[in-house]
């Protein structure tokens, strides 16, 4: 499978624990994304990578978490003394650089639940 | 935050009988893209239109685009109970340089066999 792949799918932790987040982009694809997404609503963007780069960050992306792309491939994220109000779906996904379309491949997401 | 809005909230159709979602935004754009969701799982992109093209179609599949009203309508044709999943219109804006997909607040289909 060359699509978008996310680990863990499930993830339960207390508050106060921290969570890091997984995410294997397409192989080709230079730009990755980072997504939440609280039940019934739109996906909300956090941040973008181009290869290496972290090159926006939105201001619901506080100060407890953190991604990085180390290599230009795979990226993580991680929540630091997670908060109940951090549960959510975390969508992470990748494009070829266009800047133009911009169409992006999504991956199947991580539920994150905090007790 | 979110981009706009889509109506209905949510559908309920038989099958055979055709969908239409309606999406609004806010600002100016670059291109409007449909994406499919299902229940619990990742997105998956169903169309894309162009801030100059007015109608697009794929398969089953018919966008229209409104620059002038901020608005766009998904039509889906002889739905089928496969097509149950919410929809989510995102925009591209030079305004957000290009980088980020923001979303609306989506529809939920239900198709009934």
């Known amino acids: 499978d060359t699509g978008v792949s996310q680990d863990p799918r499930h993830k339960i932790t207390k508050r106060g624990q921290n969570v890091t987040f997984r995410c294997d982009p397409i192989?080709?694809?230079?730009?990755l994304y980072w997504y939440r997404q609280t039940l019934g609503q739109g996906p909300e963007f956090l941040t973008y990578f181009q290869n290496e780069a972290q090159l926006e960050k939105s201001r619901l992306l506080s100060d407890r978490f953190s991604a990085e792309r180390p290599k230009g491939s795979f990226s993580t994220l991680e929540i630091q003394r997670t908060e109940q109000g951090d549960s959510a779906m975390y969508l992470c996904?990748?494009?070829?650089?266009?800047?133009?379309?911009?169409?992006?491949?999504f991956g199947p997401g991580t539920r994150l639940t905090v007790l | 935050s979110q981009q706009g809005e889509e109506d209905p909230q949510a559908l309920s159709i038989q099958e055979g009988e055709n969908a239409t979602m309606n999406c609004s935004y806010k600002?100016?754009?670059?291109?409007l893209q449909w994406y499919r969701q299902n229940s619990g799982r990742g997105l998956v992109h169903l169309i894309l239109?162009?801030?100059?093209?007015r109608e697009k179609h794929s398969g089953r599949l018919r966008v229209t685009l409104d620059t002038s009203k901020k608005s766009s309508s998904l039509l889906i044709t002889a739905s089928r109970a496969a097509d149950t999943a919410s929809y989510f219109c995102a925009t591209v804006s030079m305004n957000t340089g290009f980088q980020k997909l923001v979303f609306g607040t989506g529809t939920r289909l239900l198709v009934s066999p």
């Open positions: 996904a990748s494009s070829v650089m266009d800047s133009v379309n911009n169409e992006q491949f």
């Open positions: 192989s080709e694809h230079n730009r």
């Open positions: 600002t100016s754009i670059n291109n």
């Open positions: 239109i162009r801030s100059n093209e």
